[in-house]
């Protein structure tokens, strides 16, 4: 079957712009997380999603930032007015429920500020 | 504050020659600890959960093994495949988990 998808693989945008980042998760998968990965940096947890709600926005790092879930499937990671210090891989994973931690990931969307 | 330290940061190995990774974490009530390895350029996959102290899980070459402090990953004569970077992370029932930085891991032939 079909793994996690993410689209754009990598974007380069301008200062100011804003950016969507889209992932596809596993059908079936309730439970969708988006995670940061800065170069030599571990992984920043953002946000998750339990069906389509997201019980825990506090690993988003600035009000820039937002996601939505719909359908208990595809979500939308979206930063207005980007910063260069956003530029980052950013990560979708998804797993059968909140609390299941055999999260399959997406390849990533590479983001570029400039 | 939930904390996960990986050592060494980076690791060299002869093929065959076994070593252990080591991951110390600070947290409160921990609920899991998971291992993954993440390939250049790819996301993470996943490779154990561990839930208790005591507890060990073997998958092929590795090996990972959890007490009240720290968990290891032994990796038992290694192959230029198991060249990647392997990441531990802990949660303590907030479905939030702590990742550490990584531990890079090159064999060669």
């Known amino acids: 079957g079909a793994g996690v998808s993410q689209s754009p693989s990598n974007k380069v945008t301008e200062k100011g712009k804003d950016v969507e980042l889209r992932c596809d998760p596993i059908?079936?998968?309730?439970?969708l997380y988006w995670y940061r990965q800065s170069l030599g940096q571990g992984l920043e947890f953002l946000i998750y999603f339990q069906g389509n709600s997201a019980p825990d926005k506090s690993g988003l790092p600035s009000d820039r930032f937002s996601a939505e879930r719909t359908g208990g499937s595809v979500s939308t990671l979206t930063i207005q007015r980007t910063q260069q210090e956003d530029s980052a891989v950013y990560l979708c994973?998804?797993?059968?429920?909140?609390?299941?931690?055999?999260?399959?990931f997406g390849p990533g969307t590479r983001l570029t500020v400039t | 504050e939930d904390q996960v330290t990986q050592s060494p940061e980076a690791l060299r190995l002869q093929e065959g020659e076994s070593s252990s990774l080591n991951c110390s974490y600070t947290?409160?009530?921990?609920?899991?600890l998971f291992w993954y390895r993440q390939d250049p350029g790819k996301g993470p996959e996943f490779l154990f959960t561990?839930?208790?102290a005591g507890e060990e899980k073997e998958k092929e070459r590795l090996k990972a093994t959890l007490t009240k402090k720290e968990s290891f990953l032994h990796i038992t004569a290694p192959k230029p495949e198991d060249s990647a970077t392997y990441l531990c992370?802990?949660?303590?029932?907030?479905?939030?988990?702590?990742f550490g930085r990584g531990t890079s891991l090159i064999v060669h032939p």
């Open positions: 947290v409160s009530g921990l609920r899991g």
């Open positions: 561990l839930y208790s």
């Open positions: 059908s079936g998968h309730t439970a």
């Open positions: 992370a802990v949660e303590r029932g907030s479905y939030i988990p702590t």
């Open positions: 994973a998804s797993s059968l429920s909140q609390g299941d931690y055999e999260q399959y």
